[in-house]
């Protein structure tokens, strides 16, 4: 822990660092969920639905390791035990019950407007308070729009696609 970066935050760090946390478990339930579904993937259009969700497994990985860094910077412990996701996580885990192309897609549109919802609010109380902090969240929230029309624009042509048929 930096002691001087830390006493620049102009909020409280505890709860900062529990915001921090909670994204964290998210970032990972949320790679474990593409990570799972890139494999079980079935239907049309399957090679490149696959591709994307692995894609994006790696980009939430990513981002674990990011929010991490920013944990352990403030002083904090990234939370230590997978159980501990549970407990923590905003957007939960949607396990790939269906494998269905589709079925996955909306799975984790779904998946992607909580996270962007919780890259906005982060950035939002970061602003004025914690520059750095803001910055980070800014650059997810970026990723997580991008993941969003990514999946959107696949369901996009699977419908067209099934439709045209
Ligand atoms: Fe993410
Ligand atoms: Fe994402
Ligand atoms: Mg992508």
Same mark, same amino acid.
Do not use: F, M
């Given at each position: 822990m930096g002691t001087k970066g830390r006493s620049i935050v102009g909020m409280d760090v505890e709860v900062l660092l529990n915001l921090l946390n909670r994204a964290f478990a998210d970032e990972w339930l949320a790679y474990y969920q593409y990570w799972l579904g890139a494999k079980l993937a079935k239907g049309p259009m399957k090679d490149g639905v696959m591709a994307e969700l692995l894609q994006h497994a790696t980009d939430e990985l990513r981002h674990a390791d990011l929010v991490s860094n920013? $944990?352990?910077?403030? @002083?904090? !412990? %990234?939370?230590? !035990? %997978?159980? +501990?996701?549970? /407990?923590? !996580?905003?957007? @939960?885990?949607?396990?790939? *019950? +269906? %494998?269905? =192309?589709? =079925?996955?897609?909306?799975?984790? $549109? /779904? @998946? *992607?407007?909580?996270? $962007? @919802? =919780?890259?906005? *609010?982060?950035? /939002? $109380?970061?602003? *004025?308070? +914690? %520059?750095?902090t803001y910055e980070l969240a800014l650059q997810i929230l970026n990723d997580e729009v991008e993941h969003e029309e990514d999946l959107q624009s696949l369901l996009e042509d699977l419908d067209l696609m099934v439709q045209r048929r």
């Open positions: 920013r $944990i352990i910077q403030l @002083g904090g !412990t %990234p939370v230590l !035990t %997978p159980q +501990d996701w549970y /407990k923590h !996580t905003n957007c @939960g885990y949607d396990a790939p *019950e +269906d %494998p269905y =192309v589709r =079925v996955l897609l909306e799975q984790n $549109i /779904k @998946g *992607e407007q909580c996270a $962007i @919802g =919780v890259y906005q *609010e982060l950035s /939002k $109380i970061t602003r *004025e308070a +914690d %520059p750095i």
